[in-house]
C-alpha cells in the first residue's frame, strides 16, 4: 500500500494542477452514441476514448443473416450486442464518458437503461441509407434528450450538404447538424463538443 501511495506522489508532478487539487473535482458527465447497424458508433467511441474502451462486440454468424442486412455494410463482420464504453477529458473540469448503444431492433430494450441520466446523444447517419437513423430521432424527440444528428461520411459515398440531410430527416431547425468522421478523433471530439453545448443551451440548469 505504501509503496503504491509513494508511485502516486512520484508521478503528481506529471498530473495537471486541478487532478492535484482537492478541493474540486471534475464534472462526470454522460453521453449516449445512437443510430442504426453499422453506422460507426464503436469506431467513434473508440477514436476518442483516452481509455481502453469497453466493447461487447461479437461475430455475426448466418443465424443473424435474416434479422440483420448487410447490404449497407458487406464487410462488417461483429456486432455491438450490449454497449460501448469510453472516457474523455474534455476541460480541466468536465469528463464525458460514452455510451454506444446497440443498433439492431433486437437490442433495443437496452436503451432505457443506457439512455438513464445522459445529458444528450449524437445520432449518427449514414447517408446511404438515412432511414436507419429515423428510430433513434423517434426515440430521443419522444424522451425529450437533447440530441444531435452526425452524418458520418462513409469512403465512396455520396456526400450532401448540411441542409439537405436536414431536410431528408425532417430535423427541425434548432437540433445542430453536422458532416462529421467517426475515424478521425478530432472530428469526433467536435461533434461530442457541439452536443454538450446544445445540451446546455436546451437544458441550461
Known amino acids: 500500500m505504501d509503496s503504491a ?11 495537471q494542477a486541478w487532478q492535484t487539487d482537492r478541493s474540486r473535482a471534475p464534472i462526470a458527465t454522460k453521453i449516449v452514441v445512437a443510430g442504426g447497424f453499422g453506422v460507426g458508433k464503436t469506431t ?3 477514436a476518442v476514448s483516452e481509455i481502453q474502451p469497453l466493447q461487447t462486440e461479437a461475430l455475426m454468424t448466418e443465424a443473424s443473416a435474416e434479422t440483420d442486412d448487410l447490404s449497407g455494410t458487406p464487410g462488417k463482420t461483429t456486432t455491438t450486442v450490449a454497449m460501448d464504453f469510453g472516457r474523455i477529458t474534455l476541460d480541466d473540469d468536465l469528463v ?3 455510451f454506444g448503444t446497440p443498433g ?3 437490442f433495443w430494450f437496452m436503451w432505457d437503461d443506457l439512455v438513464r441520466g445522459a445529458i444528450g446523444a449524437v445520432v449518427l447517419a449514414d447517408t446511404r441509407r438515412l432511414s436507419d437513423c429515423f428510430p433513434a430521432l423517434d426515440y430521443f424527440e419522444s424522451c425529450g434528450l437533447p440530441y444531435i444528428v452526425a452524418v458520418n461520411h462513409f469512403d465512396g459515398s455520396e456526400e450532401f450538404a448540411v ?3 436536414r431536410e431528408a430527416l425532417t430535423v427541425p431547425p434548432h437540433i445542430p447538424v453536422l458532416i462529421m468522421d467517426a475515424r478521425q ?14 445540451a ?6
Request: charged share 25%; aromatic share 2%.
Open 185 to 198: 478523433r478530432i472530428s469526433a471530439i467536435e461533434s461530442l463538443l457541439a452536443l454538450v453545448g446544445h
Open 5 to 15: 501511495v509513494s508511485e502516486l506522489l512520484e508521478d503528481e508532478g506529471q498530473l
Open 44 to 46: 467513434l467511441v473508440t
Open 200 to 205: 446546455l443551451d436546451a437544458t441550461p440548469e
Open 163 to 165: 441542409a439537405d440531410v
Open 104 to 106: 439492431q431492433q433486437r
Open 96 to 98: 464525458l464518458y460514452l
